[in-house]
């Protein structure tokens, strides 16, 4: 068998790699360019991988965006406060939650302060993570208190599952909680003791539950 040399036209062998006339390289081009063809295919599965980065990148500010349009708890700018916004199933009023972690945890868990409008009800309460001492009927004793002032000591509402705390006229707290730095609160863990552990209360902003309360 046989075949032309494509440079000079002379017959040469079919397996020949070099041209005899001319000494023309005849080999196939990508056997010509093993560099560029490995470049070209490098190049190729570099865009594909930037690609797939960049989907992946995409695809994860959607679900932030999907997140944030969901309104779960945003940071309140330059405070421990996060706050929620929600709306009632059944009839479309407010809800706002309002929150902040302890600076302490207990056992893995910071207790969480709660302010809440749910159905123009004002709840502020602590969500100790764990079960509270037992005491007779609904209430459990606590001290808490505010900054320097001194301490008080209530008997709060503990709520169903026996973790969290209701303060009494939560108004007078919330208002308690606006000029506030720092509440510290007592309470007896039915497993890890007395239990004490400030939060990080300044910043609260009351504007977002006054407004859910007044509507
Ligand atoms: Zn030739």
Redo the contacts with the bound molecule.
Sequence with gaps: MSRE??????V?ADEAMR??????D?RSWPRRHPILLATVGLSIVGVLLAGSVLLMVAHSWAKELERAAAKGPQQVASTGWYLETDKSVMDDSPKVVVSVLSNQDVSGKNPQLVVRCEGSTLDIYVDTRWALRPEDGNRRTVRYRFDGERPLQARLLSSGNQQAVFFDRPQVVAKKLAGARALALEYQSLTWGEQTVTFPVSGFDSRAVQRCLAH
């Design positions: 040399c494509r440079m000079c036209r002379e040469v041209c005899r006339h001319c000494t023309a005849l």
